[in-house]
């Protein structure tokens, strides 16, 4: 599903490579082009002409006569009466006239029919966006967050990709995601990309400096969304927090870390690995305590394996004398069995990983 955007007419699509006015004046201009090769080549022949109203042919009567048979099949007041006269109407004038006609009718489709679909298009589309997944940015990240997304079974046409380059949006729009060819540091992108009824917004850019842009934008927009960028200098990830981010990653550092782990033994990076994907044997899973937790030690879930929850916005281990019972409005991180339910509420079983 594609909102087809602009931002001169941000619509949810592609951009013309031509601004509109230049589109226009091309297409005028060539319909003017043909007119004149179809006004020159009766004036050179108007000899073959006859006017059936006072017998004389002027400059004026062979304008007349042309615009008349391009746009109609003319009223026989002026009519050719030589064979070349005839030949040239047949073979010249009327492929004229078709292609006159088509320039018409494509000018009225992409600068009124079209513009009307696309903005009732767009509309329908927006009124679906509630609780979505907002990417920006689709390089290397975004591609493989679209496919993780997608492998834990969240609806792609709930998931909004930004980009300004066509090959990505075309492939994230045949992974069944909506797109939008705008610039996601603008207010009117994000807009249009519903950023205030957003659940989540994941910001892959390229560049710190961007990325961190758009997060200030988004956060300016909506202060309930919830951000995850991508930084990669160590430098800039205060700055992606104070911006806004709850969630900043750095791939380098997490590649180090995996690198690190895999000293201490073969099958650490491989768990951590597994942990982080959707269809590994155990994952991760994030989700606020239930009646049925509470009084229970974190590790005693009926779950999965608690490792950590967040109380009144302090971390707590599975190790600390507060995990040794739940209360209600915890926030809990478990490890469960892959394949578990990962969006919202408890997995579907109910066995520990």
């Known amino acids: 599903m594609r909102l087809n955007k602009h931002v001169k007419d941000l619509h949810l699509r592609r951009r013309s490579a031509l ?22 080549g009766h004036w050179l022949d108007r000899d073959g002409l006859r006017d059936n109203i006072d017998g004389a042919i002027s ?82 990240s975004g591609n493989e967050a679209l496919r993780e997304l997608i492998r834990r079974e969240v609806d792609s046409s709930s998931i909004v990709v930004i980009d300004r380059d066509e090959r990505a949006l075309a492939h994230a729009e045949e992974c069944g995601a909506v797109v939008l060819d705008g610039d996601a540091t603008r207010d009117a992108t994000l807009q249009i990309a519903r950023i205030d ?16 842009l758009i997060v200030l934008t988004a956060r300016r927009l909506s202060e309930s969304v919830r951000i995850s960028a991508v930084i990669r ?50 994952a991760l899973h994030e989700r606020d305590a239930t009646p049925e937790d509470v009084g229970r030690p974190l590790t005693g879930l009926s779950t999965g394996l608690g490792v950590r929850m967040f109380r009144n916005g302090l971390c707590i281990g599975f190790d600390q004398p507060e995990a040794a019972a739940v209360q209600l409005g915890d926030r809990i991180v478990e490890i469960v069995r892959g394949g578990a339910d990962l969006q919202g509420g408890a997995p579907a079983h109910g066995r520990r990983a």
């Open 59 to 140: 400059f004026t009567d062979v304008l007349y006569f042309t615009m008349i048979t391009v746009t109609t099949v003319g009223y026989g007041d002026i009519v050719p009466v030589t064979d070349s006269a005839r030949l040239f109407d047949t073979f010249v004038v009327t492929p004229i006239r078709l292609f006159v006609w088509l320039i018409f009718l494509g000018t009225a489709y992409d600068f009124l029919l079209r513009r009307t679909w696309q903005r009732w298009r767009m509309k329908v589309i927006q009124r679906q966006l509630s609780g979505h997944v907002v990417i920006a940015g689709y390089g290397t």
């Open 197 to 212: 009824q957003a659940a989540t917004l994941m910001v892959s850019a390229g560049r710190d400096d961007t990325t961190i």
């Open 19 to 40: 601004p509109e006015w230049a589109s226009l004046g091309l297409r005028v201009l060539l319909a003017l082009s043909l007119i004149s090769v179809a006004l020159g």
């Open 233 to 282: 200098s160590d430098d800039n990830e205060p700055l992606a927090r104070q911006a806004g981010a709850d969630v900043v990653i750095n791939p380098a550092s997490f590649a180090g870390l995996l690198l690190a782990g895999s000293s201490n033994g073969p099958h650490v990076a491989e768990y951590l690995t597994d942990l982080a994907a959707a269809y590994g044997r155990v």
